[in-house]
């Protein structure tokens, strides 16, 4: 078996914009067989991410789903969105960092009736939905171990199409599609890099700021201590008039 065979799969539920319920993927098909259950999305509907993670732990393939939860915590037992098969015929999707991904949502869906069992993953830069899994998938808490899964792996595009995927997966991975620790200290480096730039260039704008702050409160400190000193010589001239000290 061959690396480039090896998957996982997993299962995300967002609360808001971020991931708050994580499970594997036969933990999900207990929730769907109503062996398990969401207390904590009682009542509503639950927007989910069927992801195929490959080597590196890097996402290959995500499904953004729709999923009823009732009253008592149990997953709508209709539900018949074949995620397996939509990710396989799914199209191109952004570059998390490994090469585009496949992706199948609201917008993108290869059956166009479970598109409306579908959502749209929305947002900029970091709030992303799809790089918010990605981050997700990078801490492992779900401690996922690639095996050969035949039923997820991705077949054969157009010879043209599957080049141009190839080539961008080549510059993250090595040698039987092996992930280039090289590469990966390089991004993880450019993203450091990068935020540190942003917190020392607020923090400069902060320090500006609080230093013109400073130097207004000095002038004005100038300023009123100037009127003092003149009412105070007015003050005294008075005095000495009312005393016949001066010429009047």
């Not at 995300?12 to 499970?23: A, H, I, P, R």
């Not at 808490?141 to 199409?161: D, I, S």
Request: aromatic share 8%; charged share 25%; hydrophobic share 40%.
């Amino acid at each position: 078996m061959s690396q480039q065979d090896a998957f996982a799969e997993a299962v995300f539920f967002f609360d808001g914009s971020e991931v708050s319920t994580e499970m594997h993927f036969a933990e999900f098909e207990a929730l769907l067989n109503g062996a398990a259950s969401l207390q904590a999305f009682a009542a509503s509907r639950v927007r989910g991410a069927y992801v195929v993670v490959g080597t590196g732990l890097a996402v290959r393939g995500v499904v953004c789903f729709l999923l009823r939860i009732d009253e008592n915590g149990h997953a709508d037992r209709s539900f018949s969105v074949p995620l397996r098969h939509l990710v396989r015929h799914a199209g191109p999707g952004p570059d998390l960092g490994f090469g585009p991904i496949r992706l199948s949502s609201k917008s993108q869906c290869s059956v166009s009736w479970h598109a409306l069992n579908l959502w749209q993953p929305e947002g900029d830069g970091e709030a992303n939905p799809l790089k918010v899994l990605q981050r997700a998938v990078w801490r492992n808490r779900l401690g996922l171990k690639l095996t050969k899964a035949e039923e997820v792996a991705f077949p054969a595009t157009a010879a043209g199409v599957r080049a141009a995927k190839e080539q961008k997966l080549d510059e993250a991975f090595g040698d039987e599609g092996r992930v280039s620790l090289q590469q990966l200290i390089r991004n993880h480096s450019q993203q450091l890099e990068t935020t540190t730039r942003k917190y020392r260039s607020d923090l400069e704008q902060q320090q500006q700021i609080y230093l013109d702050q400073i130097r207004s409160c000095r002038d004005e400190i100038q300023r009123l201590k100037g009127l003092l000193r003149h009412e105070q010589s007015r003050n005294r001239r008075l005095q000495q008039l009312l005393r016949g000290e001066t010429d009047r």
